[in-house]
């Protein structure tokens, strides 16, 4: 059969060429297999190779111990009273197999636990496996948790209140996937990646060699099967879309959304004219808060708007153009970053995490620099200019907004709940003013400034930012509106 | 393929001797010599000698295959026969089919032979599935301990505590005690209550209710903590408080009285409990106690009483319940594996067919506190800073690891954490729930509950009640049994307890017996604001048992124990939950019995220090 030669295949594998250990709930994953079927593998493999020393088994026995004879006998005899059943479960080496058999009264189930290339004699080893288990868990997702035996109940729930589109995909994407945002929150962005370098190397290294095998593998066991059309599809774009599987429909038809979108802003960014480029690669970081209502028409428009814009703002445009130098070269940076690591979807994810940071950091510095500015400008501009700029602003800033989002929030949703979505106005404020008093700015010196100062505000931007900007949509229009009044 | 079983003979060699023969569960094969001759493995497959068992085993027509070895040193002699067959056929037929023929034997087939080969071999068609439990709201017996906006105050004073506690257990105490004394006769008829410890009249048999404060030597003192020299540093905390210059004291709002006399020797008091105390004052003002009363066991949510006996019907197929505490989740734990193995039991997948069957029957994991290890000083840190770069294999981030072992519990079934003293929780109790983003992934369950550390937790067996209508019209009587059955499980951390613990002298004094005592006082952390960190709460002091629990759970005690306390109709299951990290315990309760069992996980030879039973 094929599939015994495929485990053959597998256990071969790992004990041999890779020298790595193998536990009957990683054969059972990889392979898809029901975890006593795998026990049953496992077993039949050492057998086979009991004298080739290829594999040592560890076991697991459980079953009744005659524990009460040596607990009972402390002070508290009488006051402990009531004798209760106990069951030991142990994990025992091979050549303790036997001796570990006398301690018990009865037992009632023993197996094959884990193969290993040498004998076991660190206990935590058996937990390596389990590493990248979790993530074959998390993109299999549910499906896989029947089949490999997993029990589950009615009583075990999702929430249903987290919004099911976008919190769950990345959410349930992997618990190491995870783990990397959330630092990345709490550390400053160079920290992210470090942080990030480390995690890949604990994991990558023994998964990047795993994964192609499984991935392989699971193909296999599909066409055979023609099982489920998740891992077709994962057969055929591996690398871009895993992730589908375990995604609802809703957050799927939003993550082609976003791929489609990002080279169209590309090439929108060659044919439009420069400064509404620019501007939207600074608008672009903030995410907009309704990202489905209309993806498709309003993106085109923001620009045709924009041209008609033009002839006010093309003063400006050297201001703004300057400022975003920086931009560029990062946005390329990243488009290369995700070719290169598109091998591994989780890579690939955790690169647009660390995109959207930089992104971000980018449209913040600039702003920070217009914001300078306008320190010095508002207060002899801010008659005459206030009064076409809110318009302006506005379209800019929504249609731009609307193309990227989708992005943003995506990631967001893997590692955050609730309590941040709360608006800050504050640094949506500080921008809408930042911005139409940089329009308006025509000073040439203003330009040397915006240049040299992103830099040192890059080192900044937190990932709060992105949810203030997004939250933003109509409060910058207000504050906008607000503002001349104060004034 | 044909799948082969294996199994070893061992044969003790003595010639002259009867021949003893056990099936072992399979064959292990050290590279031994394999001596020349060997008539046995010969005579199954026709083959001579065994040097090569790969070969002979493709000889697939074999019933069996029997290879011979012999053990060189043991003594008496000692030959073990491997018999190899088919999966399809009975392992003692072959054995004696092909080979036990000419050498009269016994064989001792264990039955583990059958959970390696047959049973394992089955993988069930339909999954075993949880039994659902619902958890229930709480009611005002059972308040939550969440402090919200009202009580966060920490402007008020402890004196608050109690007298509440005074006011609300008084009643409950003065009751108690004339029931209990009301056949005491001594001068002139029944004792009478004396409303203010004060008014005690000299030499007049009365009794006072009060709250017992202890006054001892060793119990930490602020002003002794402001005059220590502080160059010097602090003594570590003693793990007793309880010394032979102890002082009991009964106190009201008037004033305090000291108590002195034999029965005091008889109970274990702790700062905070309410009492009654017979007795009269004596010539040096002291109060010469006669006999003591508490105010007994809460009633219990009375909705079960009548169904005990479906209740113990329904044993073979109840729900359980199961609870954990002292994970201890630490840069370098030591129990990775037992946590491995407890996750891998808890979601049925390790074990037999009969585990994972038995792991379909608990319903949710109550983790009593300590799920994280405390914070080692600084020059552990780097020690251990050192070695993580080494291995790489394990995440730094104690929280990350636990979070991805919830996580692989909560897709499994639901859970209830409760912070402890190691977790990164405020110290004072009730300490509040972990935030939930804290804990990654597993907090997109609904079915995970971050819960308070006391917490009360009311569980009814079965699904949520629109379900089980529905299944009620399936099989009227179960559904109807379930739906009416609730617990109520108080589960703590054990930080109550330790602190109990520390004012009484342990060779009378059990953990389990002062559990009991906490419901006989209606109080499950007495000693509260006095030695045990404490909110300030103004106008209740929840730690009042208003209602005794089903089942209640102490977490990270050095020991496990268990005690059925029964008064009357009331039953209170008290289970104190050892650390999983030193003792690999989990311990299992039943929903409509109140059983218990313990499933100990454990390691052997492992370079761990072991917890095996040998």
Redesign the interface.
Known sequence: MASENKILDYLTKKLVVEQTLVTFRSLSRDLEIHVNKAKNELAKYHAEHQFSEVAHATYWISGETNMKADNGMDIDEDEEGEEVTETTVMLVEESDLEEAKEGFLSINAIHVYSLSPAPLRESALVCEPTIHLRKVEAEKGQQLAKLVGRISGSHVKRRSGLGKTKTLGPAVASTSKAKAPRLAKAATVKEVKDEKKDISKSEAKPDSKEDKPKAKATGKINFEKAKPKESKVEEKKPKAVPKLAVAESSSKAHKVGDKKEEPKRGVKRKNTVRVSDSESEDNASPPSPAPQVKVGPPKRKPTAQKAAVQPKRSVIVSDDEVSDVPVRPRVKGKAKAVVVDSESDTELKAMMDLDDDQVIKVSRSASEARKRKSDEDVEMEDVQETEPEPVIKSKAKKATKKKVIPVVTEDYSSYESADEEEPEPEPVKGKGKRKSTAAEKKADNGEAKTTSKPPSDAAEPKPKQKKAAKSTGQMDLKSWFAKPAKK | ?K??A?ARVSKVANRHSQHEITV??????D?RKVPDGLTDGKRSNGKRGCA???SE?EDRDADAIVTHHETPNSRPRRVDFVVEFPLSQNPSEVVSKSWMQQTPCMINL???IH??TES?????SE????????VLPLTDKTPSFIIDKKNKSFRHQYANIYFVRLRALRGFVEKEARKRWKDVKDTTEFPKLVPRVLDVVKGELCFVVGTIYMDMPLKPNVLEDVARDHSIPAPPPRTKIWSEDDNVMVEDESGRILLVGEPLKKVQLVTGIIVGVLGMENSSGEFSVVDLCFAGFAPQEESDDGERMDVDVAESQQEYLATISGLDIGPSS?A???I??MV??L??????????VA??QI??LIIAGNSLAPIAGTDIDDDVRRRRRDN????P?PT?NL??HL??L?????IHILPGASDPSGTILPQQPFP??ML??A?????FNCETNPAYIRLAPG??DK?AADEAEASTSKGASSKSLTRTVLAVSGQTLDDMFKYVPS?PA?R??LAEATLRWRHMAPTAPDTLWCHPFFTTDPFILVQTPDIYIIGNQP??????VTDGTRRCRIVLVPSFAETGILVLVGLRTLD?????????????PEN???
């Open positions: 393929m799948l082969m294996y072992v569960k399979r064959c292990i094969l590279k090569s068992v790969r085993s264990l039955p583990s959970l390696l394992n071999r089955l993988v069930p999954a075993p599935v949880r039994l659902p439990t619902t030591a990775d594996a037992q491995q193995m891998e039991y979601t049925g997948e390790g074990g037999g067919p009969d585990n994972q792991a379909s319903s949710r790489t294999s394990f995440s981030h990350l979070s991805a996580l692989d909560a897709h499994s079934m639901p939930r983003a990654g992934t907090s997109t369950y609904s079915s699904v949520s379900t060779p059990t389990i017996g020991k496990f124990a268990t005690r059925l218990v069992k313990v499933i100990r996980f454990a390691v052997k030879g492992m370079g761990i095996s039973p040998a």
